[in-house]
């Protein structure tokens, strides 16, 4: 079963406006991630971020967590046309050595 | 930069015929993983590797095995494949104690099976 859930599935903007997707995930972890994949590509690391933090930032990306809803977000500032991809979150679990678990996805449509 | 290189962008292969998607990463680390993606599915583990000859099952591992006889090279193998393993296929590596780093991916291979 998946581990983690996005939401939306899809999302489309214009651009210049924020966008925003959620993860939620069922059971502790150790850090949680963000991917990005571009169409028909490998995905790409974004950020990372540990169960003991609760906000980080990198560049025009932040990302939260609270781990007391078990539910990430990731927010895109002044999105731009580039940012049209598909958006996964990625968990570590707690004691769950290196495994990494992906969740369904958001795709994210930026329109000039 | 880490490269983590698939041996084929597309394949074309028959059900029954026994497939090996090959994945070889550059920058020696530990942990090498094998998912599929899906539409509405996301990425599922099909397998990863924490170390050579080392392996563990991930969600969907039947239908499939691995082997990984070298640390830079994982490879999935679809022992009899079937229309059902029509999927892209992503190989990805990390460093060692992997708890808190990223993982790098490949280009993914996207298998048809006629």
Redesign the interface.
């Known amino acids: 079963s998946q581990q983690g859930e996005e939401d939306p599935q899809a999302l489309s903007i214009q651009e210049g406006e924020n966008a925003t997707m959620n993860c939620s995930y069922k059971t502790s972890i150790n850090n949680l991630q963000w991917y990005r994949q571009n169409s028909g590509r490998g995905l790409v690391h974004l950020i990372l971020i540990r169960s003991n933090e609760r906000e980080k930032h990198s560049g025009r990306l932040r990302v939260t967590l609270d781990t007391s809803k078990k539910s990430s977000s990731l927010l895109i500032t002044a999105s731009r046309a580039a940012d049209t991809a598909s958006y996964f979150c990625a968990t570590v679990l707690t004691g769950g050595g290196n495994k990494l678990t992906f969740g369904t996805g958001t795709q994210l449509k930026v329109e000039l | 930069d880490v490269k983590?290189t698939q041996s084929s962008r597309y394949l074309v292969k028959r059900t029954g015929e026994k497939v090996f998607l090959e994945c070889v990463q550059d920058m020696d680390h530990?942990?090498m993983?094998w998912?599929r993606q899906d539409p509405?599915?996301?990425?599922?583990?099909i397998y990863?590797s924490?170390d050579v000859k080392m392996k563990?099952k991930?969600?969907i591992p039947e239908g499939y095995s691995v082997s990984r006889e070298k640390k830079e090279r994982f490879s999935l193998i679809l022992e009899s494949a079937s229309t059902n393993q029509t999927s892209?296929y992503?190989c990805?590596s990390?460093p060692p104690?992997?708890?808190?780093?990223?993982?790098?991916?490949?280009?993914?291979t996207?298998l048809t099976v006629v």
């Open positions: 983590v530990e942990n993983f998912y509405g599915l996301g990425l599922r583990l990863f924490y563990e991930g969600d892209m992503l990805a990390s104690r992997a708890m808190g780093t990223e993982a790098f991916f490949g280009q993914g996207r």
